[in-house]
């Protein structure tokens, strides 16, 4: 291949498998260095299309070719109501990965759950370890949030206020004050509240990380750039990564590398690839006839935060969404001053992180986050997966209608899954088990949350924009209506929805666990030269959205990797 003859020049080589929000960042921070070339491997596309930019379109985005469109086995604890029992679980395929998707949150997690990684291990890895990270990462416009020492400028992510303010804003913080609980910036000195949030968005744009990390590093010449190949292995020898096979306009080619390989693929591919290379757990491999080079738990520790999904109606005063999207006026007002509902982040409007035990507990970990945004029929009709019977008797009903729904999601999941072969084609999709509401604690903290919200949409303020649940009854759960905890909780085995928040499946942590895959210098055990970099380290998920904590991870891994090598005075 053409870039072999321009990688060949330099000392320190990279193989990086994955060009999303750990691979885009690893690109530009380790070709920093002249004497460190990359090349960067992304099965998907390196063009975004053009209206991913704009921030209200992210949904509009899942089924294409810049998802994988990937669907879960089916559930045994949830997925009633649910197509095949299945959960539909987007993932974003191209240069950016999810951050092409995904609602822009900016969400650093809570303190504690990084001091919770050392603890259990992943040494170096607490929160003031990780803080500098974050800083790095951010370049922030609000001078507001500049001055509370918590935030940073200068960084490769934008991060902005969002350029909309939606007719029920303010009506659900006037209602969550009343209830006694405050507004905060949830990545500062307390996560617990409202969060007045911000997105990482650029000049009311989407800010993806290839947007942020490989547009200003894309002419270096120490990285290539090679989209539209599709990985299928690792190529190990005597236990030892040398290179990488991959597909490439439809001829296989295998490139070595002198230096490292990094996996950086995401939770659920990074996964498939580990076990397609022969590195997983040794009985599953061998079911496919894959030779095992290392016996590892890789696909284990699986989890995500679901949600639950709680519908609401506004005044029919307010435009629906599809109203919004189609008024000429707000196509004007976004094209002019960037503003109005297209900068509206997936139209979310608002974010908050609670805890079932107190309004203002005294210890700072929440355990559950709601979510409040309009959506247009198409979400519960295609996206939510429900079955057009579920659809038909409870949603169709308002689906010309102005509404809004919470998602009411799981912070702390004490339940565990696992990610699996289907078959040892590198083309099938992995089987995907997240194993929602295994641990049945995790469902009654998902019906506190569903409760909080509906005080909230009941509530006083909320009067003002006609605020109302749904007059029709969740199919199936009929004969709990009345009873507020059976209800919800029926709503919630009926079916939940993916964040894509899903971690885990090569978890760090010590060496010496048999529970982990990668030690805390991200070396995968027992194979020399082969790293991983993404969110399946994590060994347990953040307190919130986790695009920007895998940007960290991957910030901090580019200076382990640089410091183990020293580049010439002459480069």
């Not at 986050?369 to 169709?396: A, C, L, N, S």
């Not at 696992?418 to 099938?428: C, E, F, G, K, N």
Request: net charge neutral; with cysteine.
């Amino acid at each position: 291949m053409p870039m072999i003859c321009i990688i060949l020049l330099h000392v320190f080589i990279w193989w990086t498998v994955g060009g999303g929000s750990a691979g885009s960042t690893l690109a530009n921070r380790l070709t920093e260095e002249k004497c460190m070339s990359v090349l960067l491997l992304e099965a998907g596309s390196i063009v975004p299309p053009l209206l991913n930019d704009l921030p209200v379109l992210a949904r509009n985005f899942w089924f294409t070719n810049i998802d994988w469109q990937f669907k879960t086995v089916p559930q045994k604890h949830t997925g009633d109501a649910l197509v095949n029992r299945q959960v539909v679980w987007p993932s974003g395929k191209g240069l950016g990965g999810s951050s092409l998707l995904n609602a822009m949150l900016y969400v650093r997690g809570n303190r504690k759950n990084y001091d919770n990684w050392a603890a259990q291990g992943a040494k170096g890895w607490s929160f003031d370890d990780v803080f500098p990270y974050f800083l790095k990462l951010e370049d922030n416009k609000a001078t507001d949030y500049l001055a509370n020492g918590y935030h940073a400028s200068g960084g490769p992510m934008t991060v902005e206020r969002p350029g909309y303010h939606a007719e029920y804003k303010d009506p659900i913080l006037e209602a969550a004050q009343q209830l006694g609980y405050k507004i905060v910036d949830s990545n500062g000195a307390r996560q617990t509240g409202f969060d007045d949030f911000q997105c990482t968005i650029r000049n009311k744009q989407r800010c993806s990380t290839a947007k942020a990390y490989l547009v200003p590093a894309e002419n270096r010449t120490n990285l290539d750039i090679v989209g539209g190949a599709h990985v299928r292995k690792v190529v190990l020898k005597e236990r030892k990564a040398v290179g990488v096979q991959f597909d490439f306009q439809n001829t296989t080619h295998t490139v070595k590398a002198r230096k490292e390989v990094i996996m950086s693929a995401g939770t659920t591919n990074t996964a498939q690839l580990l076990m397609l290379s022969g590195i997983g757990p040794k009985e599953h491999l061998q079911k496919f006839k894959i030779p095992v080079v290392a016996d590892l738990p890789v696909g284990n520790n699986f989890h995500d935060h679901c949600a639950a999904v709680l519908p609401f109606l506004l005044s029919p005063k307010i435009q629906s969404v599809k109203q919004k999207l189609m008024d000429p006026k707000n196509i004007h007002q976004y094209i002019n001053n960037r503003t109005g509902p297209l900068a509206s982040p997936e139209f979310i409007s608002s974010m908050s992180f609670l805890n079932t035990q107190s309004v203002t507990p005294v210890v700072d970990f929440p355990d559950y986050e709601i979510y409040i945004g309009e959506i247009p029929k198409e979400m519960p009709e295609k996206q939510f997966g429900f079955t057009h019977e579920v659809y038909k008797k409870f949603y169709r009903p308002y689906e010309d209608k102005p509404m809004y729904v919470c998602l009411n999601q799981l912070l702390q999941p004490k339940s565990r899954g696992t990610v699996r072969l289907q078959s040892a084609d590198p083309y099938d999709s992995p089987a995907i088990d997240p194993n929602y509401f295994d641990d049945p604690e995790d469902l009654k903290i998902v019906v506190e949350a569903m409760k909080t919200c509906n005080k909230i949409s009941t509530s006083g303020p909320m009067q003002k924009v006609g605020a109302k649940p749904f007059e029709t009854r969740f199919p199936g759960c009929e004969q709990f209506f009345g009873d507020e905890d059976s209800y919800f909780s029926c709503m919630a085995k009926g079916g939940v929805v993916t964040l894509s928040h899903q971690v885990g499946t090569a978890k760090m942590g010590d060496p010496d666990d048999p529970t982990t895959v990668v030690d805390p210098h991200l070396r995968v055990k027992g194979i020399e030269g082969l790293r991983v970099v993404d969110a399946s380290i994590m060994p347990i998920v953040t307190s919130g959205n986790t695009n920007v904590p895998t940007i960290m991870v991957a910030e901090k891994a580019a200076d382990i990797f640089k410091e183990t090598i020293q580049c010439p005075s002459t480069m």
